[in-house]
């Protein structure tokens, strides 16, 4: 069964840097994008970023333009997104999922991982 496991939240100042992975097992995802979202309290749920196949590119939303970097090492199945300068309104759970380009929608999800950012 496919599992994807993010890590690397917690409880941060403002300023500060995180790096938040997301860890596939189960087949592989290497040839597929991964994307990161996240959810606020009270909020819908919210794009944050998309990371191609190679991870030569990727898509940021303008929330975290300049801040945001995503990379990705298919050696281990894994994606990471480095969180730079982070402010209080990037609390939020971040989750990492993958896209299914036939259906055209993110289709495996995983169980997130809480950021907080105190002011």
């Known amino acids: 069964q496919v599992q994807l496991v993010e890590s690397g939240g917690g409880l941060v100042q403002a300023g500060d840097s995180l790096r938040l992975s997301c860890t596939a097992s189960?087949?592989?995802?290497?040839?597929y994008t991964w994307g990161w979202h996240r959810q606020a309290p009270g909020k819908e749920r919210e794009f944050v970023?998309?990371?191609?196949?190679?991870?030569?590119?990727?898509n940021y939303a303008d929330s975290v333009k300049g801040r945001a970097t995503g990379s990705r090492d298919n050696a281990k199945n894994t994606v990471y997104l480095q969180m730079n300068s982070l402010k209080p309104e990037d609390t939020a759970v971040y989750y990492c999922?993958?896209?299914?380009?036939?259906?055209?929608?993110?289709?495996?999800w995983g169980q997130g991982t809480q950021v907080t950012v105190s002011s």
């Open positions: 999922a993958v896209w299914n380009a036939v259906l055209g929608q993110y289709t495996v």
């Open positions: 189960g087949p592989t995802f290497n040839g």
């Open positions: 970023a998309a990371i191609s196949p190679v991870g030569t590119t990727a």
